[in-house]
C-alpha cells in the first residue's frame, strides 16, 4: 500500500462548482498535513496546511479526519484559475514529507 | 526576497556522462531534499539533509549522489546518466521545527533529458 494515495481524477467540473476530494495516509502516527498545487510543468507551492479542526481559506476548506486516516480539499466556486493539480502531503520521519501522485482539477467556462 | 534556485532550467546529456544539478536556496534553512517526478508516480525523493555534512538517501537514491558543504547548497550529481533518469527533478528546503516549520518550498525544477 502506498502511503499517501490520492484519486487522479481528472475532475473536470464547471466554473461556480464545489469540487471536492480526498488524500488517504497510512502511517496514524503523521502528525502535519498540507495542500500543494502544481501548475503544469511547473513546482508545487503550498496551497494550505491542514490543522485538526479543519481551515478554511477563501474558497479553499480542507479537513483532517484521523480516524479515517484521510485528508480532504473542498474548493467552493471554482475559478478557472483553479484548474491545477493538487498535491496532499503527509510528514513522514523528522521532517520529510510523502506525497501523492496528485488530483487533477480542470474548471471549465 | 529568499528563494531557492535551480540550475540549469533544462539538460541534455548523454548516457554514461556525469551530471549535476545545482540547488540554492536564501532562506538558511537546515533542511533540503531534492526529488523526481515522473508521470504515474508523483514525487519521488532521491537524497535529503538536514545540515552541513549531513546527507542521507531517499527511496530512488541509486544512481545519485549528493554533498552538503554549506547551508545554501544541495547540488545532486548523477554519476553516470542513464536514460531511465530522464525525469523532472525539483529541490526543495524547509525549517527544522514541528508543524508550518515542515513546509517545504520548492524550487522551480530542472528538466533532464538522458539520450
Known amino acids: 500500500r502506498k502511503e499517501v494515495e490520492q484519486d487522479p481524477g481528472p475532475f473536470n467540473v464547471p466554473e461556480g462548482a464545489t469540487v471536492a476530494f480526498n488524500c488517504t495516509y497510512s502511517n496514524s502516527a503523521s502528525q502535519s498535513f498540507f495542500w500543494y498545487r502544481q501548475d503544469c510543468r511547473k513546482e508545487p507551492k503550498l496551497l494550505m496546511s491542514v490543522y485538526s479542526s479543519g481551515n478554511e481559506d477563501g474558497r479553499f476548506t480542507a479537513q483532517l479526519n484521523r480516524a479515517s486516516q484521510y485528508i480532504s480539499l473542498l474548493i467552493r466556486d471554482s475559478k478557472l484559475s483553479d484548474s491545477a493539480t493538487y498535491l496532499c502531503?503527509?510528514?513522514?520521519?523528522?521532517?520529510?514529507?510523502?506525497f501523492g501522485a496528485g488530483t487533477t482539477v480542470t474548471v471549465r467556462a | 526576497d529568499a528563494e531557492i534556485t535551480q540550475s540549469p532550467r533544462h539538460k541534455i546529456t548523454e548516457t554514461g556522462r556525469q551530471v549535476t544539478l545545482a540547488c540554492h536556496q536564501t532562506?538558511?534553512?537546515?533542511?533540503m531534499f531534492w526529488y523526481r517526478q515522473d508521470l504515474g508516480h508523483g514525487l519521488r525523493l532521491i537524497h535529503y539533509s538536514y545540515g552541513v555534512h549531513d546527507t542521507n538517501k531517499g527511496e530512488v537514491s541509486d544512481g545519485y549522489s549528493v554533498s552538503r558543504s554549506n547551508t545554501e547548497d544541495l547540488p545532486l550529481t548523477l554519476e553516470s546518466a542513464a536514460s531511465s533518469q530522464t525525469s523532472v527533478y525539483f529541490c526543495?528546503?524547509?525549517?527544522?521545527?514541528?508543524?508550518?516549520?515542515?513546509?517545504?518550498?520548492f524550487g522551480a525544477g530542472t528538466r533532464l533529458s538522458v539520450l
Open positions: 502531503a503527509v510528514k513522514k520521519g523528522d521532517y520529510k514529507l510523502s
Open positions: 526543495a528546503s524547509s525549517e527544522s521545527g514541528s508543524g508550518a516549520k515542515n513546509i517545504q518550498y
Open positions: 532562506w538558511n534553512h537546515n533542511n
